[in-house]
Nanobody, 114 residues
């Protein structure tokens, strides 16, 4: 299975974007869905994750600004990002964990700049 992330772009500080992550086919047995990001020179870090049947978890630096959600009918994962800051600039990746293995999407660039 492949994951396709989309929705990134250039936005001004304070703006919003919604990222989407769609698998190439239906997936069963996914235990965790998540969004991660990596800025130049930094390690990849978790932004938001959601365990199947559980509640979302957010990194402190996005709490109150980002929302992770899933559309089960479309098998799509979303990340609504509001009140974006320049420090949110990064490549954003979606990831699923299935049977103990991680599957990563290719990433989508988010740039927050005036």
């Amino acid at each position: 299975v492949q994951l396709q992330a989309s929705g990134g772009g250039l936005v001004q500080p304070g703006g919003s974007l919604r990222l989407s992550c769609t698998p190439s086919r239906s997936i069963l047995g996914v235990s965790t869905w998540g969004w991660f990001r990596q800025a130049p020179g930094n390690e990849r870090e978790a932004v938001a994750t959601i365990i199947s049947g559980g509640t979302p978890n957010y990194a402190d630096f996005v709490k109150g600004r980002f929302t992770i959600s899933r559309d089960n009918a479309k098998s799509t994962l979303y990340l609504q990002m509001n009140s974006l800051k320049p420090e949110d600039t990064a490549v954003y990746y979606c990831r699923i964990r299935q049977a103990g293995s991680d599957i990563w999407g290719r990433g989508t660039q988010v740039t927050v700049s005036s």
